[in-house]
């Protein structure tokens, strides 16, 4: 069974600075990893898809990294804002069912 | 991309009541609908999932059902609700195998 692992489980960080979120999954056969987030009493919203067979997407100040060998995913978020801060959640494709990690909430201060 | 409309936002029921949550799909046909639980302070829990017309798959066993009664809606009930089903109900879906999913607003259910 796919277990998702993200830590830290909370991360506050001062305006301007990167942020980095971890993901590991325990099963390497996966379809994809996506990266979403989500705002308090929300649902999620969808930031990267990326295909097993890719090693990172980026959009805008998001890029995420995924090595299959070892289970790990990245989200790199460059230059955070306030505006950045919400919960980030992963979730490994396995078998067409999505498998979600705890998430990582994450405060950005101005 | 898809659009979820999922409706009540909220919704408050008594112990033994029954429940209907409704969601609807625009933007594809035949999408793969999932129905996921977020508890307070836990992750996603994957409840039912909807691949293929009328194939519904169960991922844990509950007093709670799921039906597609037509493309792209999906519909998650009970018949009497338990204090432990409270929580935070979220639609999901995708267009096929590998493919980005996107996720309504959720409704956010609490039995009293």
């Known amino acids: 069974k796919q277990e998702v692992t993200q830590i830290p489980a909370a991360l506050s960080v001062p305006e301007g600075e990167n942020l980095v979120l971890n993901c590991s999954f325990t099963d390497s056969a996966i379809y994809n990893l996506q990266w979403f987030r989500q705002d308090p009493g929300k649902g999620l919203t969808s930031l990267l898809l990326?295909?097993?067979?890719?090693r990172e997407q980026t959009s805008g100040r998001l890029n995420a990294s995924l090595d299959k060998s070892s289970g790990r995913s990245t989200l790199y978020i460059a230059a955070s804002q306030p505006g950045d801060s919400a919960t980030y959640l992963c979730a490994a494709d396995s078998w067409g069912k999505f498998q979600f990690g705890a998430g990582t909430q994450v405060v950005v201060t101005p | 991309s898809q659009t979820i409309h999922q409706w009540p936002a909220t919704l408050v029921q008594p112990v033994g009541s029954p429940l209907s949550l409704e969601c609807t799909v625009e933007?594809?046909?035949?999408?793969?609908l999932y129905w996921y639980r977020q508890a307070a302070g836990r992750g996603l829990q994957l409840l039912f999932y909807s691949v293929g017309i009328g194939q519904i798959s169960s991922e844990v066993p509950q007093n709670l059902s799921a039906s597609s009664p037509q493309d792209r809606q999906f519909i998650l009930s009970s018949k009497k609700l338990l204090l432990s089903d409270s929580g935070f109900y979220l639609c999901?879906?995708?267009?096929?195998?590998?493919?980005?999913?996107?996720f309504g607003q959720g409704t956010r259910l609490t039995v009293v």
């Open positions: 999901a879906c995708n267009r096929g195998r590998n493919t980005e999913a996107f």
């Open positions: 990326i295909q097993s067979s890719q």
């Open positions: 933007g594809t046909s035949n999408p793969n």
